[in-house]
Nanobody, 115 residues
Framework: QVQLVESGGGLVQPGGSLRLSCAVS????????MGWYRQAPGKQREFVAR???????NYADSVKGRFTISRDNAKNTVYLQMNSLKPEDTAVYYC?????????WGQGTQVTVSS
């Protein structure tokens, strides 16, 4: 029932920035945690960031200090601001309802970091 649609991915050079968005429908967005995960080719999907209903957040060690997760409850949208991007950040990024790595996922948006 819950629908999630990611957008904002693309090709950027190392050191560049992108902002990903995830629009949520079919749920009362403000009462749930949300998360971002990513998956590189041939790799397991891994946790990136999570934000709780009250705005508390946590991050994977690999992205701390570079990525920021936020939410706009009025727009039913969660964001991932990605700065100082590295080639190893290249992956498909997925929005996760609940933020725990199970349940509903979006279709993903491709992020490629390359010079």
């Amino acid at each position: 029932q819950v629908q999630l649609v990611e957008s904002g991915g693309g090709l950027v050079q190392p050191g560049g920035s992108l902002r990903l968005s995830c629009a949520v429908s079919g749920s009362i967005f403000s009462i749930v945690a949300m998360g971002w995960y990513r998956q590189a080719p041939g790799k397991q999907r891994e946790f990136v960031a999570r934000i709780g209903r009250g705005g508390n957040s946590n991050y994977a060690d690999s992205v701390k200090g570079r990525f920021t997760i936020s939410r706009d409850n009025a727009k039913n949208t969660v964001y991932l601001q990605m700065n100082s991007l590295k080639p190893e950040d290249t992956a498909v990024y997925y929005c996760n309802y609940g933020g725990q790595g199970f349940g509903s996922w979006g279709q993903g948006t491709q992020v490629t970091v390359s010079s």
